[in-house]
């Protein structure tokens, strides 16, 4: 049998945030995650579970990521907030719609 | 209303203690009665307020040291409505710089405003000689 196999390994990381992401700590958030795109990180599950609150700032660096991995190929996805107003907020600026979203980590990884 | 249901804060006009403008917002409003959903209209106060906060430290102070943000919260009756002012001695806002957002777009910035409008009942903004004066009103 001539069969040649190619073995390809993806990377996908999953960044848990635990704590408000606002204009304060976001610079933080960016600069990690900024450190994994340019490690070659394209594909990523940002698991909002965890998070109490998020601000336009923090959303600035969701969708700043967002364009990033997208624009060579990847993608961010995000799994939904605990907490009913954070995704209320999600979903009134429509991120439930330019974002893939997931109930889980688990889900959203299963999903890429 | 009377003075002695207002709350006064002097904030440093930095992102570090936004935190306990959220704080504040949400101990006047545990003080407030029958509402239907406490724990959603303190966070939508809280973003509202602090969204606003945000753009006073970035764009009227430019993000410069020194600036300071004078906060009044009421808690009003008759209608109740929390009344929050928010006075800094920035830059005057210019309305062409928060064009609404393209929703069915991705964007990264022009959230801020459009939080706010969509949360609170009443935005409104005023320039009082150097100053700059925004008041946010939560009907509760």
Redesign the interface.
């Known amino acids: 049998m001539d069969l040649a196999i190619t073995e390809h390994t993806i990377r996908i990381v999953t960044a848990a945030p635990r704590q ?1 992401i ?3 700590s976001s610079p933080a958030l960016r600069a990690q995650l900024d450190r994994l795109f340019d490690e070659g990180v394209y594909r990523f599950v940002l698991d909002l579970s965890a998070v109490p ?1 998020l ?3 923090g ?2 660096v969701l ?2 990521l ?2 990033r991995t997208r624009q060579v190929g990847g993608d961010v996805r995000l799994v939904w907030p605990a ?4 995704r ?2 999600l979903r ?3 991120f439930d719609r ?1 974002f893939t979203m997931a109930e889980s980590a688990e889900a959203a990884l299963s999903d890429f | 209303m009377s003075d002695i249901d207002t709350i006064w804060l002097d904030l440093p006009a930095s992102h570090k203690y936004l935190n306990a403008l959220g704080a504040s917002i949400a101990a006047v409003l545990e003080r407030a009665k029958n509402l239907d959903d406490p724990a959603t209209t303190s966070y939508n106060v809280q973003l509202a307020v602090h969204e606003i906060c945000t753009n006073i430290v970035e764009h009227a102070y430019g993000g410069a040291a020194g600036g300071r943000v004078a906060v009044a919260l009421t808690l009003a009756e008759a209608p109740q409505r929390l009344i929050v002012e928010l006075r800094d001695t920035g830059e005057a806002f210019d309305p062409a710089d928060a064009a609404e957002p393209d929703l069915d777009g991705v964007q990264i910035h022009g959230y801020g405003l459009f939080l706010a409008r969509s949360l609170m009942d009443e935005v409104s903004y005023r320039r009082e000689q150097d100053s700059n004066l925004w008041q946010l009103v939560k009907r509760l």
């Open positions: 408000r606002d204009a304060f609150f601000d336009s700032a959303m600035a969708v700043s967002l364009k907490e009913e107003a954070a209320r907020i009134l600026t429509k330019v």
